[in-house]
């Protein structure tokens, strides 16, 4: 449970640079924005796809239990988007609505990623090699922080405090205790539903990323330059994914 919170503690930790942000123009906005697409969409395809595959068996049966579980993460994403509460109690005076629904769902897509990283967690210390444990949380908290600057950042951009957007960023990655005291506490019922709790969290993530958060960046006169970050973020998040694992 400590080394499953340690990861999702840095997510929190990915987060801080926003402390030392200050008068973003909406055009570095838009870019980083599109570098957080770029990460979670890297995530997404080596931190979840891959993985639900490997963990359900590979093969035939692999791909099937993972693209049940992608359809399924990516219809409940549209169905929460669909019966979304409005956000007037949230948004504070000269807020866009739809902008700040859009970063919430943003934020509950990543907390929905989070846990099945940290039932993994659980899952290595459950099977009894810590070594394997300790490998999985330090990979996936390294993972974690530029994800906790995509969680940051849409909500800096629509006005909230960085204190605030830092503190949701946190809430995040403390998803992960919870799957891992689940995974390593029912190691025998949380293993084979691993792939499904991934595949889950990709269709989410996908359904994010696609219908809110690359059309969000490419809006206005940046969207080139948006579109480059993007491409930089999946590089650096398909590397570290990769090398640590």
Request: with cysteine; net charge negative.
């Given at each position: 449970?400590?080394?499953?919170?340690?990861?999702?503690?840095?997510?929190?930790?990915?987060?801080?640079?926003?402390?030392?942000?200050?008068?973003?123009?909406?055009?570095?906005?838009?870019?980083?924005?599109?570098?957080?697409?770029?990460?979670?969409?890297?995530?997404?395809?080596?931190?979840?796809?891959?993985?639900?595959?490997?963990?359900?068996?590979?093969g035939v049966k692999g791909a099937a239990i993972t693209l049940g579980g992608i359809v399924i993460g990516g219809i409940f994403?549209?169905?929460?988007?669909?019966?979304?509460?409005?956000?007037?109690?949230?948004?504070?005076?000269?807020?866009?609505?739809?902008?700040?629904?859009?970063?919430?769902?943003?934020?509950?897509?990543?907390?929905?990623?989070?846990?099945?990283?940290?039932?993994?967690?659980?899952?290595?210390?459950?099977?009894?090699?810590?070594?394997?444990?300790l490998s999985l949380a330090i990979a996936i908290g390294l993972q974690n922080m530029p994800e906790g600057l995509a969680v940051?950042?849409?909500?800096?951009?629509?006005?909230?405090?960085?204190?605030?957007?830092?503190?949701?960023?946190?809430?995040?990655?403390?998803?992960?205790?919870?799957?891992?005291?689940?995974?390593?506490?029912?190691?025998q019922v949380a293993k084979p539903a691993l792939p499904w709790a991934l595949a889950f969290a990709a269709g989410a993530m996908?359904?994010?990323?696609?219908?809110?958060?690359?059309?969000?960046?490419?809006?206005?006169?940046?969207?080139?330059?948006?579109?480059?970050?993007?491409?930089?973020?999946?590089?650096?998040?398909?590397?570290?994914?990769?090398?640590?694992?």
């Open positions: 449970m400590l080394a499953s919170l340690a990861a999702g503690l840095a997510t929190s930790a990915g987060s801080l640079p926003i402390f030392f942000t200050r008068n973003i123009s909406r055009k570095l906005l838009d870019c980083l924005l599109g570098f957080a697409a770029g990460v979670m969409l890297a995530a997404t395809s080596f931190s979840l796809i891959i993985p639900a595959i490997e963990s359900a068996g590979g994403l549209d169905l929460v988007d669909k019966l979304f509460p409005d956000t007037n109690l949230m948004a504070g005076p000269g807020q866009n609505h739809d902008n700040l629904r859009r970063a919430w769902l943003f934020t509950l897509a990543i907390t929905i990623h989070n846990f099945p990283e940290g039932l993994a967690v659980g899952v290595g210390f459950g099977d009894g090699n810590i070594a394997n444990g940051a950042l849409p909500l800096l951009r629509e006005g909230f405090s960085a204190l605030k957007a830092f503190l949701v960023a946190m809430c995040t990655g403390l998803v992960e205790p919870v799957g891992g005291l689940l995974g390593v506490g029912l190691v996908l359904f994010v990323i696609a219908y809110e958060i690359i059309p969000e960046t490419q809006k206005n006169t940046s969207s080139k330059l948006a579109t480059h970050t993007l491409i930089l973020g999946f590089v650096i998040m398909m590397f570290l994914d990769n090398v640590l694992g």
